[in-house]
Structures are given as structure tokens and as C-alpha cells.
């Protein structure tokens, strides 16, 4: 059982939000964020790398020199990995980095995320962004309150607050259905609107 303090669209006591979901110190699991953070970068990797293994160089089908008598390691082809414009001996070869996340683990990094910005006082709860869409307007908005760097989340994907937010040097927006825990813990700040944690919040009960 959590009660989270809620702001206005000018950053002024609203009321408080309710909620069943514990957000305490001891919710905070950081194995599992760390497991889901790096499955969020492992699926990022283009995985492309390719090098040529003997089967891709194209050449090498003569023996080099006798097998005898030369006095050097025997060799059966000029495209082996010891010969010079030969190919590479285990080499990277394109795959899929892609880690699986289980939906508990994910839904409990994300329960571990909120409750680490709320113990910390770095968790701001706003009812709805009142934003004209200007980055200007947003940047002093936000740094006026000591709220940058700040990852915004709001419920609509097309909204005026993540259209300001876009172009913001130390911050990023979106919304509550792209929510990132990566992007989450790697923004000191986490300013939500009140619909936008209800959402995440309704996944954990």
C-alpha cells in the first residue's frame, strides 16, 4: 500500500494517489532490473557481423607446396586461417542477440524501478502535463523545479508534453505502453502523469 503525492500542472500539491501496490525499499530488485536492462541493450545489437570461415573464401583449392621436403608445416590450401588472406578461425557470424524477459520479471522490474524513484524522492507524479508543445516552455518548466535530467511519461503516444520533450537535451518522453526500463534508470528523474502510473500500476495487482 503506497500513497504518492500529486501535482498540478504548475507543480503545486494536488492531492495524493492511492494504490494496493507496495513501493518500499525491500520491492527493489535490483538482479531483475539488471536482468531486463540488459535484455532491453541485447536486443538493441544489429547482430550483422560476419567474417569468412574457409567454407566463404573464395579460392584455396591448390596445395601451396609439396608435402614433403620444403622443410615447413605442411599446408593444404592458401586460404587457411595461418596463410595470409586466409579466413577467419571462429569469427563472428551473424545471429539474433535477442534475450527472452519473462512477464513477471518484466512486470517486477518495473514495480522495482517506481519504487526506487519513490524511495528516493526522484518519482513526480503531475495529473496531466499542461504543455503547449514548445521545448522552451518545457525547459524551464522542468529545470525550474530541479527536475532535469527527467524521463516524462504520459498516456496518449501523440501528446503536446512529448512533442516539447523531444528536443530536450537531458531529457526523453514517452508513453505508458513504450514504457522503458532502461530509459527509466538511466533518467535521474521520473515525471509521470497520474493516468500514466495508473496504467503501469494496474499490470502489478
Known sequence: MADINVLNSKFEAS??????????????????????VK???????????????????SGGGRKPFKQKGTGRA??????????????????PLPRDYT???????????VQSVLADKLQA???TVIEKFDSD?????MFALLNGKGLLPALIVTKEKESPALRAVRNLQYGKGMSADG?????AVKF??????????????????
Open 15 to 36: 492531492g495524493k494517489l492511492s494504490t494496493n501496490v507496495s513501493l518500499t525499499a525491500e520491492d527493489i530488485n535490483v538482479p531483475v532490473v539488471h536482468q531486463v
Open 39 to 57: 535484455a532491453i541493450l541485447a536486443g538493441r545489437r544489429q547482430g550483422t557481423a560476419k567474417t569468412k570461415t574457409r567454407a566463404f573464401v
Open 74 to 91: 605442411r599446408q593444404g590450401s592458401t586460404r587457411s586461417g595461418l596463410m595470409v588472406g586466409g579466413a577467419t578461425v571462429f569469427g
Open 99 to 109: 534475450q527472452k524477459v519473462n512477464k513477471k520479471v518484466a512486470i517486477k522490474a
Open 121 to 123: 524522492g526522484k518519482l
Open 133 to 137: 508543445g514548445k521545448t522552451k516552455n
Open 179 to 183: 514504457f522503458s526500463v532502461y530509459e
Open 188 to 205: 535521474e528523474n521520473l515525471v509521470i502523469e497520474k493516468a500514466a502510473l495508473e496504467s503501469l500500476l494496474e499490470k502489478m495487482v
